[in-house]
């Protein structure tokens, strides 16, 4: 069984910054691919960032030069440095990811970010 679980979410100033770490365990090799979602209230889930096996990485437009995704070599920990933060990236990030030969997404239960003064 995989698991994802998250951490680091937390209440931050508007200019502040925020760790995220995606913890993946279980019967797993390595994931092929990962990646942080978010959803705020009323919204639709959004991909945020993404990373491939290679050290590939893709951001969504509003976050690019904010945030940092990051792999933690070949261990299954994914990172999300969010920096200068803005009341609009509040929401519930969620991690993701994929096995390789697997179109079975597997979720992490999300933590919260709150961007407020």
């Known amino acids: 069984q995989v698991q994802l679980v998250e951490s680091g979410g937390g209440l931050v100033q508007p200019g502040g910054s925020l760790r995220l770490t995606c913890a993946g365990s279980?019967?797993?090799?390595?994931?092929?691919?990962m990646g942080w979602y978010r959803q705020a209230p009323g919204k639709q889930r959004e991909l945020v960032a993404g990373?491939?096996?290679?050290?590939?990485?893709d951001y969504v437009d509003s976050v690019r030069g904010r945030f940092t995704i990051s792999r933690e070599g070949t261990k299954n920990t994914m990172y999300l440095q969010m920096d200068s933060l803005k009341p609009e990236d509040t929401a519930v990030y969620l991690c993701n990811a994929y096995l390789s030969g697997n179109p079975r997404p597997y979720w992490g239960q999300g933590t919260q970010v709150i961007v407020s003064s």
């Open positions: 279980g019967t797993i090799s390595s994931f092929w691919s």
């Open positions: 990373i491939i096996r290679g050290n590939r990485t």
